[in-house]
T-cell receptor, first 109, second 114 residues
Framework: KNQVEQSPQSLIILEGKNCTLQCNYTVSPFSNLRWYKQDTGRGPVSLTIMTFSENTKSNGRYTATLDADTKQSSLHITASQLSDSASYICVVSLRDMRFGAGTRLTVKP | ETGVTQSPTHLIKTRGQQVTLRCSSQSGHNTVSWYQQALGQGPQFIFQYYREEENGRGNFPPRFSGLQFPNYSSELNVNALELDDSALYLC?????????????FGPGTRLTVL
């Protein structure tokens, strides 16, 4: 069983709308949690990184939250753009990095 | 761009063959990690090299091996290719092996095994 579960598996939204992606993890303890954006056929690019003691981190239109008690994280995207279409991957790290399977987001005009 | 490059971009091999994939890390980054990403899945950790020594390994058989060179380049070698080895192979470089350091990913090599 994967230690990092993401939902939904895929999501389609209209340009300009907001959305929230979820990440549940069982890795414990952990040192940090990252969200990556991966365009099709490309390597992942870091969006946010939070240590276990942080509960929110923003990067422009991306805001990540972390609840260490419930072992949940979310990535909120505001005012979506067509270029936000990508896979978003949650990664929990201790000594190594445990990747979720990602949420495939499609933003339509 | 992350400053990490990989070659080749795409590769087609047949079952049983051997393949070498290459990665050039950011200058000054002493650590390189390799990942296998199957279609629709997240990357799976293969192994990590720090200062030319293996520094951790995921659940991959010995036919997956690697090398890291002093000039910040590295290789992933896969022997006796199997159909299930078809995937996107990613390398990521970082300053050192601490999990606090950000990993910068290359664009990947798409390997197809027929």
């Amino acid at each position: 069983k994967n230690q990092v579960e993401q939902s939904p598996q895929s999501l389609i939204i209209l340009e300009g709308k907001n959305c929230t992606l979820q990440c549940n993890y069982t890795v414990s303890p952990f040192s940090n949690l990252r969200w990556y954006k991966q365009d099709t056929g490309r390597g992942p690019v870091s969006l946010t990184i939070m240590t276990f003691s942080e509960n929110t981190k923003s990067n422009g239109r991306y805001t990540a939250t972390l609840d260490a008690d419930t072992k949940q994280s979310s990535l909120h995207i505001t005012a979506s753009q067509l270029s936000d279409s990508a896979s978003y991957i949650c990664v929990v790290s201790l000594r190594d990095m445990r990747f979720g399977a990602g949420t495939r987001l499609t933003v339509k005009p | 761009e992350t400053g990490v490059t990989q070659s080749p971009t795409h590769l087609i091999k047949t079952r049983g063959q051997q393949v070498t994939l290459r990665c050039s890390s950011q200058s000054g980054h002493n650590t390189v990690s390799w990942y296998q990403q199957a279609l629709g899945q997240g990357p799976q950790f293969i192994f990590q090299y720090y200062r030319e020594e293996e520094n951790g390994r995921g659940n991959f058989p010995p036919r997956f091996s690697g090398l890291q060179f002093p000039n910040y380049s590295s290789e992933l070698n896969v022997n006796a290719l199997e159909l299930d080895d078809s995937a996107l192979y990613l390398c990521a470089s970082s300053l050192d092996y601490s999990s606090y350091n950000e990993q910068f990913f290359g664009p990947g090599t798409r390997l197809t095994v027929l």
